[in-house]
Structure formats: structure tokens, C-alpha cells
């Protein structure tokens, strides 16, 4: 698995904020998938202006934990990104899976605060 599938999985994947989890949940190639694989996938699709890392903080059951969010860009902002990377995905492609709900891996708390920090909209 290079970097580019990477990159090219997270925005193939079905919703506007992908975590590391969802990735796992919806490729088998990257069921080995590490965190810093992830996170430095990430962080070049958002050099590369497809979106950006986000921090989402999620207070449960009484304790509070952090998890890396990659939130895509609205595809209204990204055709000079897939101009640049046409072997990543097709700005169709792109805007079907960005306008998807999130996905199921992200329950209860997390999803609570992704909602309220605004990533997406209620009924997502």
C-alpha cells in the first residue's frame, strides 16, 4: 500500500470526515493500516488543499479523548486539487462520497462532537 492509495482511499470513502477507523472498516487493503500512515496521508491531501486535519475532543463515560479527523473540502473548492491529481479520484466521484453521511464506525460521542463542531450537519 503506497501513500497515493492512501490518499486516494480517504477520498473515496463515503462521507465528508473520515477517521482512521472508517478506513479500516470500509478497505481490507488497509486493515493494517497504521495511525501515522493515516495521519501522513492526511496531512499531504491537505498540502495538497482536498481538506484538512481536524482535532474532534470527546468527553464520555466521564473521561475525555482526542481523535484526528480528516474533514474534505467541499467539492465547490477542490477542482484545481483534482486537476493537479487526476490519479486520485474524478471531481464526481469526489462530490457523491463527500456528500454522504457519516459513516457507522462513528458513534455516540464522537459523532456528538463532530456535529457540534460543525464538520456536518445534524441529520448526517
Known amino acids: 500500500m503506497t501513500r497515493r492509495n492512501i490518499m486516494a482511499a480517504i477520498l473515496m470513502t463515503s462521507s465528508p ?12 487493503f488497509l486493515s493494517m493500516l497504521s495511525v501515522k500512515q493515516y495521519l501522513e496521508a492526511a496531512t499531504q491531501l491537505s498540502a495538497q488543499h482536498f481538506g484538512a486535519l481536524q482535532t474532534v475532543t470527546n468527553s464520555g463515560a466521564g473521561r475525555r479523548s482526542y481523535t484526528k479527523v480528516f474533514v474534505k473540502a467541499h467539492p465547490d473548492t477542490v477542482h484545481s486539487a483534482i486537476a493537479a491529481n487526476p490519479d486520485l479520484c474524478t471531481l464526481e466521484d469526489y462530490t457523491k462520497k463527500y456528500n454522504q453521511p457519516l459513516p457507522k464506525v462513528i458513534t455516540g460521542y464522537k459523532r456528538e462532537a463532530i456535529i457540534q463542531m460543525g464538520l456536518v450537519a445534524d441529520t448526517a
Open 17 to 28: 470526515v473520515i477517521l482512521h477507523r472508517s478506513l479500516n472498516a470500509r478497505w481490507p
